[in-house]
């Protein structure tokens, strides 16, 4: 991509820098994907642990180091993280996901926790995706247990646990969700 000095005189110097920040600096490396997966791991971990300091670390780590099939996912943990620490974790994503603009999975579910779209629809259209069985499970985990932890972040005890319990059915395969969802649970058991 070139930029000629008459478009630069056009466009004014901030939208000619907006535009190079925009642009990758680097290509992902593959060691990059592993470095992503640890990284993703112990945020979970600290998570499920309570730790949400130490995971917030770990996850803005990983999101520095994120490509286009991994950012809306992070950015999603990044979100109840931030929420658990008492900050407003759908601006934080909303926010991310305007800069990034990918609508890879899972991409709806955030747009269901920014208010963009019902749940059921996106639930729907996990239903009506031409993709595996397999897959369509783990997205109907992922929203669930994510729909259910921000329910739970909101004070919606009742609809987290309905979510909750329909993520620990579905989570099975998914480790790493299966003991967040575990977690989930217990402290919502723990609420009066």
């Known amino acids: 991509m070139g ?3 008459s478009s630069f005189r056009r466009a004014g110097v901030a939208a000619v820098f907006a535009c190079l920040l ?5 290509s992902p490396r593959a060691e990059d994907g592993a470095e992503i ?12 642990a309570g ?15 994120a490509d286009n099939d991994s950012f809306n996912r992070l950015a999603l943990l990044q979100g109840l993280i931030a929420a658990r620490m008492g900050s407003d974790g759908r601006s934080l994503m909303g ?12 991409r ?3 747009a269901y926790l920014l208010g963009e779209r019902p749940l059921q629809q996106v639930a729907d259209e996990v239903r009506r995706s031409g993709n595996a069985f397999d897959i ?5 985990c992922e929203l669930s247990f994510y729909a259910g932890a921000f329910a739970a972040s909101d004070g ?5 646990k309905l979510l909750l319990e329909k993520a620990a059915a579905t989570c099975g395969s998914d480790g790493r969700l299966q003991a967040l969802t575990a977690a989930e649970l217990g402290s919502l058991a723990a609420q009066p």
Request: aromatic residues 6%; charged residues 25%; proline residues 7%.
């Open 22 to 26: 925009a642009l990758p600096l680097a």
């Open 51 to 65: 730790q949400y300091g130490p995971a917030d670390e770990k996850i803005r780590a990983a999101i520095a180091l």
């Open 136 to 140: 369509k499970r783990q997205q109907v």
């Open 95 to 106: 926010a991310a996901i305007a800069a990034h603009e990918s609508n890879a999975w899972p």
């Open 108 to 110: 709806p579910v955030i």
């Open 156 to 160: 919606e005890k009742r609809f987290a």
């Open 37 to 48: 997966a640890a990284l993703e791991n112990e945020a979970m971990t600290d998570f499920a």
């Open 3 to 5: 930029i000629r000095v």
